[in-house]
Structures are given as C-alpha cells and as structure tokens.
C-alpha cells in the first residue's frame, strides 16, 4: 500500500512536468512576451520603450530558457521557464499582472468556493441516490418512465438557464434570499442557499439518470438472484445487496472530484457573485491575466491527481476485492 | 445435529409427493410472439428422493426451477399449469407468502458459484441472512447457527471462514456456501440448477459427495439439473429427460439406464465418448434444436429422429404410462430397433517410431509479478514449468489437468501465442523457441489451433468466407479471389457444411457449426499439427460427438496430428492415443492411453479418474478423495506439488520433487512411490 | 452566376462529414449485420420522433454551410463584381427575416419599440412616447384593435400551408400511392414510420405558421441593435450543430488510433498514450480552453491583417474552439477504446489470426477496429448533446465563439445584462432555451436509442 502510494505519487511528477511544459507552451511560446505586452497595453501605436516597461514591471523581460548573460546556475534559473514555470513545482505562484499575491489570494478564496460546492456535492448525491433508489425499486414501472423522460428533460437544460431561473423565480420574484453577494461567518447562510439549491436541481437530471443505471446493472447480477432465492424482500435485496455494490463506482466517481472542489464552480460563483477560486479564475481570464491562469492550471491538474490517489485508496476501503501493490 | 432431527420429526407419512408440476407452461419475451421455454411439464417428486432434470442447453430445464421459486427473469411469466408444493399451490401465494418458501421450504442453488454471492458481503453474513429469515429457532444465536451450517457443508475451520468475503475463497468453497445458504431454511426441497458444472471433477465428486450425504442426514428432496449422464447415475433416484421446453421421458434411474425408451434418451446415450466405441464413430443426432417461438403440432424431435414417421411429423405425440414413469412419443418402445453406429474410416494407423512431429523440452512459461515503488520482479506465476512433450505424426496426444494447472498456456506456447521463458520447442527439427519474424511466419504454416468457445472464435464481423481465407491471405496462398473461393468451398464441405455457408455470418450458425467453421479454417493451411484447445467442453454432448466424429476422419483422411487439451476423461479414452496428465506446471504421468486410464500409476491421476462420474448406476465406485484445492502457481508446495493432497505422502515428497521415471518404454511418472527406492 | 460560391475552413469539413456519413449508410446498407442496429433504431418510437426533430435542424445548418458572394453589379467589361459579404442559401431563403431589422429591442409581436424615444410629431413638437416599428406589424392601421385577429388568421393560413407542403412531401415519399400512404399514417408499417410523420406533421404546422407570421411581425422581439430573435436562433443552430459534431470529428482519429493501439500493443506505447492522456486529462478542462482560447484571441488581434473578413475570422474561431474542445473530450474515449482493446486482444479470434501469421496492422484493421466501431458511434452521439451545451457555457464566460458569430451563447449572454431591466427583456432567453432544449433533447432521446440499439451489454439485460 505505502509502496504504491510512493510510486503513484512518482508517477505524478512527469505528468506534472508535462502540464508545465504545455503551459509553457501555451503561454509563452505560441506567444511571446511582447504580444502579451502589446495586448495589455492596447494594441496598436504602442511604442517598443511601452512594452519593455510593461515586461519589466511583471517580470517577462527574462530570455525563455536559457540566460546568456548569466552566469552559472542563473543561466538556466533566472530565465522565465524557471521563475514562472518551474516555481509552481514548490507552490510558489508569484504575483499575478496586477501585482497581487496568488497565494495568498487563493488561500483566501479557497473558503467561499468550498462553503458552496461541498454542500452541493454532499445533498445532490444523497437527493440523487435516492431519486435513483425509487426509480430502481419502481422499475419497469410508468414511475420510472416518467421519471427517466424527466431526466432526461432536466438534463437538456443548459445549466446556465437553471441559474438564470433560480435567480429569477428565488430572487427577483419571491424575493426570498438575495440574489448574489456574499458575507463572511454565519451570514453567509442566505447567500448560499440559493446557489447550491440550483446546483443541485442543475444536476438531478444526470445523477440521478447515471445511478439508476448503475442500480439496474446490479440488479441483474446472479448475486442478486442468490439473495432473493433465500427469500429476501425487494427492498431488502435493494438496500442491503445492490446499493451497497452500486455505491462502489458512485463513491469513487465522488472522491475523484472531491480535490476539485477546492477550485469551485466557475459559472456558479460568477454569477451568483461568490469570492471563490472560480470567479477568481473568470476574472482572470476576463482580465486577461495570465499569471492567476496559469497558477489554476496547475493546481487544478495537481488537485486531479490527487483525487486519483484517493480514489484507488477508497476502493480498498470500500470494496474488498480490490488490494494496491 | 439438530439440523437433522428436525426436518425428521417433521415428516408425515408420504402420501402426496413433495413437489408436483402439472403441465407447468412458462413463457418468455414477448406476448405477441413468445419462446414457449417450458411447455406442458408435468413432474413430481416425492419425500427424500432425487430427481434429476436432464436435458441439453437451451431445453427449458433451468426455466422449470426459477418458475418454481417465482424468480424468473423479467420478460419470463408462468402461463398456465399449477405448481404445488405438499398439496399447496405456489402459484396462489402472494409475492410475501412466496418469498417465505423462497429460502424456506424451497431451498436453491446455481450454477456459478463465481459470481452468485455479494462480492462486498462476508459469506458468514450472507448465511446469517438467510437464518434470520426462516430460522425462527436459531434466533439469538445466529452466528452459532451460521458456524454450525459450515460445519455441515464441510468447511474447514469455519469459525474463521465466516469473516471471509467470497473472492478470498475458491469456486469449491462458494459452492459450499451456497448450500449452507439453501440449508439455512431447512429446506424440504433443494433444486439444484447445475451445480457442479462450472467446477472440476475432483471437486465436483466433493460437491456431489456432500449432497447426497446432506440428503442421507436431513431426508430432504433433491431436483437436480444436469446434462451430464454421469452426474445422473451418480446422483439420481428418477430421471426426467427434457427437449426443447417438453418433457420426453420420466423413468427410475435403473430403467432409466438399462432400457432408455425415447428415441432421444437412446441417442444421448449412444453419442456420449468411450474407450470401448475407440474403433468406431459416436451416433450423432442430426440437426439441431427447434426453435421455441413456434407452437408445435407434431414432435418436436421429429426432424432429428432416424424412426420418426408420418405420424409424428403430423400429430403431437401422447404421453404414455404414469406421471411416475412414462414417455412422451407415438413409437411403442419394441418399435424402435438398435440403430447401428456409423463407421470410421479405418486407414488410421498409428505412426510407427518414427520422428517425432513435435518435441517439448523443458518447456517453461512464467508471468513475472511486479511489486514494490520500482516494480521490480518479486515473483513469477509458473504456469508451466519444465514440461516435456512428444508428438508422432498422425497421433493424438492428450493434455488433461484441471483448470488451472497450465495445459491451455502450454498449447499457446507451442504455437507461439505466448513467450517461453525456457526450454525448446522442437518442430520438425526446428526449434520453435529461436524462430522469429517472417520465418515464424511462414512456419505458422504447420500448426494451428482450434479453441473453445466457437462464440468467440470468430470474428463477428466477418463473412465465413473471410474468415476462412483469412489464414491463406495472410500467408499468401491460395491464389486470386476465385481460386481461394473454390478452396473455402471445398473446406468447409470437408467439415461437412454447405458450401453456401462461406456467404453468411458466424452468428447464424450454432455451437457445433461454427466449431466445424473453426476447422475448416485451421485446415485452410493444410496444418500438420492442430492444437485443440477444449473444443468440445462448451457443446453439447450430441453435437459434441459430431465434433469428435470430424477430428477422427480427419486425422485418418489428412494424417494429422493433435494435442488435445481437455478435461473431460471420457473424451480423452476415445480420442487420444497417448495422455500427459498436469498437475500446477507439471505433467505428472505420461503414457498409452489405455495403460493411463486402466491403471494409473499416480496418485493424483487415480483421484482424478476415480472422480470421474460413470453413466452407470451400477458402477460401484470408490472415490479416493482430494483434500483442499490445488495450490496457486505462484507459490507451489515445496517437494512434490501434490504432497498436501495426496493420501499417501511421505517424508521425501515434502523434500524434493520426485525425478520421472520411465516405469516401462513410453510410461513415465513422477512419483516417489514409483522410485525403486 | 449571380453568386461566387465560398467554403469556409467549417464548411469543408461539413462537406467531409456529410460525405462520411452518407459513405457510412452506403456501406451498411449493404452489410446485415450493420444495419441490424439501425433497424432496432427505426423501430422505437422515441427514436423516431427525435429523428424528425433533428433532421430538422440539420437542414437549416445545412443550408447555412452554402455560402457564397452575392453579386453586387458589373463592371466595365460586364465581368460580375461580387460583394465582399458572405451569405449563406439559408440567408438569402430567410429573405426579409434577415434585413427587416428594428432600431432596438421590441417584444414579440409588438408594434412599438420596447423603450420610450423622444419622437418629432408631424407639427413638429417633440413627444416621449414608443415609437411604432419600422417593420413589425406595419401593415396594421394605427390604433387597429384586431391586432390578436389578424395574428391567428395568419398562423391559421401558415399552418395550412405548412400542412400542404407535410402532405405533399409525404406522397412524394410514398410514390403517390394512396394505400402506402395510409398504411404509413396508419402505423400499419413494421417500423413506427407514422410516429416520424406525425411528429414532422407537428413541426410542419408549427414551422408554416410561424414562417407566415414572421413576414408581418417579430415573432420571438428583435435584440438590442433591432435584429430579428426569431433569426438568430435559426442561425445559432449551425454554430450548434457544428460545436456538437465537428469537434468529435477532429478528435476521432486521435482517439480511435492511440486507443486500440495502447490496448492492443501495451508495454511502451501504453505507457506514452497513458502519459499523453493523463496529463491532458489532469488540466482541467474549462481552464485548459481558457488558456487556449484566450492564446488564441491573443494571436487573433495581432495578427489581424492574415484574415480577409470578419466572417472568415469569426470561422476560424469556430474551427479553433471545436479543436481545442476534441483536445479535452478525446481522452474519455480513447481510454474506453483501450480498455475495448485489451478485452479484444486477448479474444479467441483475434488469437487465431496470429497464430495463422496475421500482421499486426491488419489484425487491428480488420478485428479490432470493426469491433469497437460500435462504441464509437455510441460517443459520438452522446457526446453531441453535451457539446451543444458547453457552447452556451463557454460563449458566456467569454472563452466560445467570436461575438460576431450567431450562437445560443452569445444570443443569453448578451440577454443576461438585461435581466435587471423593468420590464424583463425575457424574450431572446426565451427563445435560446426553446431551441437549445428541443435540439438537445432530440439529441438525448437519440441517443439513448442508438445506445440500446448498439451496446450488445445492454441488449442482453432485456
């Protein structure tokens, strides 16, 4: 177990190289400083002495690679792949274009986006389990057509109408909670309600279609032919039997998410105007701020693999077939 | 044991039989046009006895049990007929009263022990389940009760076992478990759905052993549904014989056995392998099953009956005689006379000494385990293990093992599927092992292998055309498009197919055609070496004999030879001139077939035959029992692999692993028993 | 000619999509056993009716893809001279839908504009009143209360006609034959073709209704430079269709290839194709089109002078953003197919082709990929709705399509910043949703049937 936890996480280090590299790429050499600078300062007439100053004040005006004018080590360290890419290795995110601090703003940030997405994880999973559980126990019924045609109905709605809904109905209509803002401490309460309320309707329609399946695809397994020949009831071979081997893929699908969560729902705290990780990242794409980009891509794919761990360890503990070595 | 006074002191005086169906009708899919699975069959079975429902794939056998327990699948529904256990309608029950008998009255196991208990659920609380549901007594002391049912199906320390989940246990074991399941309820009633099918004969004369000794203890009834007529003189006090969806012939097993009366019992006899028929061919029943989604005026079996006449192609045929006994057909039994088996061609002589088609040294096969943050090697599963081998042309070689023991993996390393990691493979002179790229290529030529299941033998996207050419294509012979035509043609009459057949897909052929399909191709290369691969376990034994019939002519028609991995003893006695039997990696006993089988010289090829159930009540037979499993390749026993199994280990065989001795030419054995010291 | 025909980078590609597709029903009309599972489709009703629905679509987005130059006069030697705007067959059918266009906002069917406007009265004093519609109901005489009237006199008159046109294309199918015609109305055929007949009989009326009115009225408001809703959405539905197909297009052949190849091959070349995936799956995919598109605009605006029109850029963007989304939506599949593979490779068939001496290529050629064929139309179909959907997203946190493109997205995004107006501008959400929803819709329907019709596991359950 120790074994393949060390050797997973040496597994993770090329392909955390390899998400550096393509941002690299991405970033700097499709490209290059001086269009960033150019773009930032507005395009056209800008005067090269402009874009200097502007790439000095950020840090850009280093040589990609490798520094000729250095000497030693600092030939390859005091480069731009070094200073902004290779420093995410040791967390170090910088300073994003508009000179604020990345770390610390994502330490702050982090709060809010997990004071809305776990809840919305956490209760969508149980509303959708048991949605899933009725529409299994009912199957072949008109229940579950109904209820499978609603799914799929709920499903064809595009998220940003059920936000759109939420606020108007919730907000503007009823006039119940506000419709976006936040507050810090207890108070934060009515701001929540309303965005993990929709997340979770949002999110009904594939939940609770994919459990289902999964359901049924237990239930046709010789096990569960095994326990009804001892004379078990239904609901019994459901709850005890079916569920517990269909939890195995929902509860891995979850963990794997789970790090995730950290970054939020970008749509979701944008619009419901949340101080989280993701509306940091909409802002920052919005702004054009590559250096607050940047920084989330990284940590977003360090967070996935993470959650890859997790989850080859949660099937050890949830399923006793499976053993890591 | 109180398992057993129970169910005793329970007992009234038999007037009624236990379980009676009366024209028993289930149907599947859908209404408009239904598969009439099971049709008008009646039965019944009385206190304490077996009765065995024995029937071919596909004849309705298994759907007879779950309409019994109401547990049929859900396009199935009962449509007509009654169900009654001890007088009582099943069918009148309400789904809670059903579910009361479920488990309780009516006790129930399957086929695949595998796959037939919660793999995330301790076995000890799946038996605990079904004690707290129809045990009222053992209530508070369930998990004694759950300990004392492993006791009595047999399972060493069993106390610890209950805390096991089923993959840590083996399908023998499972098995096991899903009777102490069926027992928690105390059944009247156990219906057996194949249960030793899907495991090997040594543990399968086990799983027998323990029912009929269940039996003996509790005096419950046994419905047990097989298609192996082995398993019914084994196990049977009356037989029911099905065919598609009806019942043809109930008898006692005496009878039963002695002076089968349909037409169809007599076939299934006649096409079962033995030593004794080596000289001839088996009876073959011609055709195949009906399909069920019509409703039938005539016999059923009427298209495959060598005596059918008008009559039965015109009326639906009467039972005749009792429920008891009796048989469903318009021929009185004097009526059918012997029908004589079709004769083989005789050119087939053995190869006199000479050289050697194919000779195994040595061979050896490992899988290497990776462990550890490096994955370095940390072990090697050794499938097979220094095995020695030889093959005259034109003879039959069999390779017999349980499963497990390494025979496939030799098969596929011999036509170079699977790397060797030491030893030669000699064809013809030319060491297999050394050979790579275009030369083994070319030399793919000469042998060829036929495999199990003619499901996925073929490609199912694919004309039989192009499957068949597809070995001539890829070694560049057979000419231009028309000519290989011509050349599919002929092969696939050769196997006796029409030559239409190279125009239609591998799914609109049954089991036993697509096998003769997977022949023809293996023969498209004009191969001197056919590696048989099980061909015949996944078939029935009607077709099965077609099958052998085919090898047979073959092998005198062509001169080839074949290495016949098997594990059905009987096959191998009509088949195989020589036998190596395998035990985990290594062949243990090597010789004449004849000699092997009469008088096997190891222990563990006497356990393995003894286990052998024989179509023969009166057969009286001592079954040496095998303790535990075979042990896993990875981490075999030290000295004799067989050592922990065998009834007469001594010191030596813990030390070293005895060498092989030729006990007279062409017989080897590796045993200390046989050593001279 | 009184047009110069122009292909667009996304055209060409529709052109070789439909070109596929219409090789892919040659070929498996002539193959049973690949046609089996499309009569399985033909014969669920569900399936059906989603057909009609998206046959529906793919005909607008079709004759959107037909672009050309119009011609805008002669020149000296009489030569044609072709205007530099780029519009499509579909364009120049929508006719007055296309150029009748409002100052600014205006509700469906009204009459006057949505905001009050200082106009000049004919005595020359200024009133602050909602000026009347340039095009909007000008037929109707001022103060005209019989505006409901006239309005269900001409859906009434559209929908005979678009029930004329329904029955007429359905004689045309059936050859003229009157008892083919009932027996397919009937549902006395073996397939449940009447479903489709009667769903198309739905959106026929629909359709003539609303094409009737739409010559007279605005029938879903016009947006905020005065444009037609109801012509947008129709518009959108090519950005739709070609976010939804092309990107599983561009990405089908990385995903089939590393796919069977990492299953079949392992050793090293899993391990590069695992590594690949892995490390493009570990980006999240929102940030990873983020970075990509944003590098994009970037080079975009440098580089403005590379692009002849707007058109032609706001294209290429299209192109990119299906591009870089197959880049992030290759990797479920390619693992599906590799998981396929290793299952394939160790089957008894694909063995007996190397023990005959089989080469590695054909065996994957001819074993492999036949067989896993199925679930790669499985993907591409479930894919489609969710594609469609992401679109809509993406244009709304400003990473989709360009502006200028018409879109789903862009048709919320820019209704979204008037939700705050009293009273609501509801009328483009409105009719995006109604759009979107029915085409994805369609589209889950669709595909749930294609999978069951297709996935061998899922047959056997029933």
């Avoid at chain 1, 998400?19 to 790429?25: H, I, K, P, R, Y």
């Avoid at chain 2, 109930?250 to 096409?271: A, C, W």
């Avoid at chain 2, 003769?516 to 996944?538: G, Q, Y």
């Amino acid at each position: 177990m120790t074994a393949y936890i060390v050797r997973r996480m040496l597994y993770a280090l090329p392909i955390l190289l390899g998400v550096n590299a393509l941002t690299f790429v991405l970033f700097f050499v499709v490209n290059s400083p001086d269009d960033m600078a150019r773009m930032h300062l507005g395009n056209k007439r800008v005067t090269a002495e402009a874009v200097q100053a502007w790439k000095q004040e950020h840090g850009y005006e280093k040589p990609l690679l490798i520094n000729h004018s250095a000497q030693g080590a600092d030939m390859l360290t005091d480069t731009i792949l070094y200073e902004k890419s290779l420093r995410l290795f040791l967390f170090d995110f910088g300073q994003s274009d508009s000179g604020r601090d990345i770390s610390h703003d994502i330490s702050q940030r982090m709060w809010p986006s997990l004071a809305i997405a776990v809840p919305t994880l956490l209760v969508g999973l149980a509303v959708n389990i048991t949605f899933a559980l009725l529409l299994a126990f009912f199957r072949a019924s008109y229940l579950d057509f109904w209820g499978v045609v609603l799914c799929v109905a709920m499903m064809s709605i595009s998220s940003l109408f059920y936000i759109i809904g939420g606020q108007f109905l919730v907000g503007k209509l009823l006039n119940l909670v506000p419709i976006s803002g936040y507050d810090t401490g207890l108070h934060a309460w009515k701001f929540m309600v309303l965005p993990v309320v929709v997340g979770i309707v949002g999110s009904i329609g594939s939940g609770t279609r994919w459990y289902r399946t999964l359901f049924l695809e237990e239930i046709h397994r010789d096990y569960v032919r095994s326990a009804r020949a001892k004379g078990l009831s239904e609901h019994w071979v459901l709850f005890r039997h079916v569920l517990r081997n269909a939890l195995i893929p929902i509860l891995t699908g979850v963990v794997v998410v789970l790090p995730l969560l950290f970054i939020g729902s970008l749509l979701t705290e944008s619009f419901f105007g949340i101080p989280g990780l993701g509306s940091y990242t909409i802002d920052a794409i919005n702004r054009q701020d590559f250096a607050i980009v940047r920084a989330m891509v990284f940590l977003g794919a360090v967070l996935y693999i993470i959650g890859l761990l997790l989850t080859d360890i949660s099937y050890t503990m949830v399923d006793p077939r499976v053993r890591l070595d | 044991m109180s398992l057993i006074e129970n169910v005793m002191s329970a007992q009234p005086a038999p007037t009624e039989a236990l379980l009676t169906l009366d024209k028993l009708t289930t149907h599947l899919g859908s209404e408009t046009s239904p598969v009439r699975a099971v049709d008008e069959v009646s039965l019944n079975i009385q206190r304490g006895e077996t009765f065995v429902l024995l029937g071919e794939s596909g004849c309705g056998k298994s759907m007879i049990a779950l309409s019994i327990m109401r547990l049929l699948p859900h396009s199935g529904r009962i449509v007509g007929g009654d169900i009654r256990l001890d007088g009582q309608s099943l069918r009148a029950l309400s789904e809670a009263e059903m579910r009361s008998e479920r488990g309780g009255r009516i006790g129930m196991i399957f086929q695949e022990p595998m796959t037939s208990l919660n793999p995330v659920m301790t076995v000890g609380e799946q038996v605990a389940e079904a004690v707290r549901l129809h045990d009222r007594e053992s209530r508070g002391r369930i998990e004694e009760r759950v300990v004392e049912l492993f006791r009595a199906v047999g399972i060493p320390d069993p106390q610890r076992r209950t805390r096991d989940y089923p993959h840590q246990l083996s399908g023998g074991m499972k098995q096991r478990i899903m009777i102490a399941m069926a027992l928690a309820g105390r059944p009247e009633l156990l219906i057996a759905d194949e249960p030793t099918t899907a495991l090997d004969v040594t543990i399968q004369a086990q799983v027998l052993d323990l029912l009929k000794q269940l039996q003996r203890d509790t005096g419950m009834s046994i419905m047990l549904i097989t298609h192996d007529l082995g398993v019914v003189a084994e196990m049977a006090d009356r037989v029911g014989v099905m065919y598609a969806g009806q019942m043809m012939e109930i008898n006692d097993v005496e009878g039963f056995f002695q002076n089968p009366v349909h037409p169809y019992s007599r076939k299934l006899f006649r096409s079962v392998p033995k030593a004794e028929k080596r000289h001839q061919g088996l009876d073959v029943i011609p055709g195949i099953v009906p399909s069920l989604n019509q409703a039938f005026d005539c016999c059923r079996f009427a298209d495959r009956c060598e005596f059918a006449h008008d009559r039965c192609r015109t009326q639906l045929p009467p039972w005749r005689g009792k429920a008891q006994s009796g048989y469903r057909c318009h021929l009185a039994p004097e009526e059918v006379p012997e029908s004589v088996a079709p004769a083989l061609p005789t050119r087939h002589s053995q190869a006199a000494a000479g050289k050697a088609l194919l000779d195994v040294r040595r061979l050896k096969v490992h899988f290497p385990i990776h462990k550890g943050v490096l994955r370095r090697v940390a072990g090697q599963v050794k499938a097979v293990d220094g095995v020695d081998l030889k093959i005259d042309s034109g003879c039959t070689v069999a390779l017999v093992g349980e499963s497990g023991c390494g025979k496939t993996t030799v098969g596929k390393a011999i036509i170079q599927l699977n790397r060797l990691t030491d030893g030669q493979i000699l064809f013809d002179g030319d060491d297999l092992a050394n050979v790579r790229g275009r030369r083994l290529r070319r030399l793919r030529r000469e042998f060829q292998i036929i495999f199990q299941d003619p499901a996925s033998s073929m490609n199912p996207r694919m004309l039989v055309e192009d499957i068949v050419a597809e070995g001539m294509i890829a070694q560049g012979i057979g000419g231009d498009r028309k000519q290989r035509r011509l050349l599919v043609e002929r092969l696939l009459g050769q196997v006796g197919m029409q030559p239409a057949a190279a125009d239609r897909y591998p799914h609109e052929f049954s089991g036993g055609q697509r096998q003769r399909i997977a022949i023809a191709r293996a023969l498209a290369l004009e191969p001197r070496l056919i590696v048989c691969d099980e061909p015949t376990s996944a078939l029935d034994v009607s077709v099965q004999a077609q099958v052998l019939n085919l090898l047979k002519e073959l092998q005198a028609e062509l001169g080839l030879s074949y290495l016949f991995i098997t594990h059905n003893i009987s096959v191998v006695a009509y088949l195989a001139h020589e036998v190596a039997v395998m035990y985990l990696g290594r062949i243990v006993e090597y010789g004449e077939v004849g000699k092997v089988l009469e008088n096997p010289l190891h222990p563990y090829t006497a356990a393995l035959l003894s286990a052998v159930p024989v179509p023969d009540p009166a057969h009286e037979r001592e079954v040496i029992k095998l303790q535990g499993d075979m042990p896993s390749p990875i981490d075999p026993p030290t000295g004799c692999h067989f050592h922990p199994r065998c009834p007469h280990a001594r010191a030596v065989c813990r030390e070293r692993y005895p060498e092989t001795i030729e006990v007279e030419p062409g017989r080897r054995v590796s045993c200390w028993l046989m050593s001279p010291q | 000619m009184a047009f110069q025909p122009v292909i667009l980078w996304t055209d060409a590609l529709i052109y070789l999509l439909l070109g596929l597709a219409a090789a892919m029903v040659w070929y498996t009309r002539r193959h049973e056993h690949l046609a089996a599972p499309w009569q399985r489709v033909a014969r669920s009703r569900t399936g059906q009716a989603a057909m009609v629905v998206l046959l529906f679509y793919v005909v607008v987005g079709v004759l959107d893809t037909l672009h050309f130059n119009p011609k805008s006069g002669v020149d000296d030697q009489g030569e044609p001279i072709y205007s530099t705007e780029v519009l499509s067959l579909f364009d120049h059918i929508a006719g007055s839908l296309r150029t009748q266009r409002e100052k600014t906002y205006s509700a469906p069917f009204a009459t006057h504009l949505f905001s009050k406007e200082n106009i000049e009265q004919p005595d020359g004093s200024m009133l602050r009143d909602y000026p009347r519609l340039i095009y909007g109901g000008a037929h109707l005489q001022l103060g005209d209360d019989s505006k409901l009237q006239d309005i269900a006199l001409k859906a009434l008159s559209g929908a005979l006609k678009g029930g004329a046109v329904w029955l007429m294309l359905l004689i045309v199918i059936c050859r003229a034959n009157r008892d083919r015609l009932a027996r397919l109305l009937g549902g006395r055929l073996r397939n449940p073709w009447h479903v489709g007949a009667w769903t198309a009989f739905g959106l026929a009326l629909l359709l003539g209704a609303l094409w009737e009115l739409s010559a007279f009225y605005h029938v879903l408001g016009t947006d905020k430079v005065g444009e037609g809703v109801f012509f947008q959405s129709l518009k959108s539905i090519r950005t739709g269709l070609v976010i939804g197909t092309l990107t599983t297009l561009v990405m089908l052949p990385a995903a089939i290839l590393l796919g069977i190849m990492a299953g079949y091959f392992r050793g090293w070349v899993d391990d590069v194709i695992q590594y690949l995936y892995t490390t493009l799956n570990s980006i999240p995919g929102v940030l990873l089109i983020a970075a990509a598109v944003l590098m994009m605009q970037i080079y975009m605006s440098n580089h403005e002078d590379d692009f002849n029109s707007v058109t032609e850029r706001a294209d290429l963007r299209l192109l990119f953003l299906c591009l870089i989304l197959g880049v992030t939506s290759w990797t479920s599949l390619c693992r599906l197919l590799r998981g396929e593979a290793l299952k394939l490779k160790e089957l008894e068939y694909v063995q007996a082709a190397r023990a005959f001496g089989v080469g590695n290529f054909r065996i994957l050629l001819r074993h492999v990929l036949p067989n896993v064929m199925h679930i790669v139309l499985i993907t591409i179909v479930l894919d489609f709705s969710g594609l469609v959907l992401a679109e809509a997203v993406l244009s709304y946190i400003n990473i989709g399509v360009d502006p200028a493109t018409n879109s789903w997205g862009n048709m919320i995004n820019g209704a979204r910043l008037e939700l705050a107006r009293e009273p609501v501008v509801w009328w483009s959400l409105l009719a995006a949703f109604v759009f979107m929803f029915t085409l994805v819709l369609a589209a889950n329907l669709f595909s749930d049937v294609v999978r069951d019709a297709f996935d061998p596991r899922l047959r056997q359950q029933r």
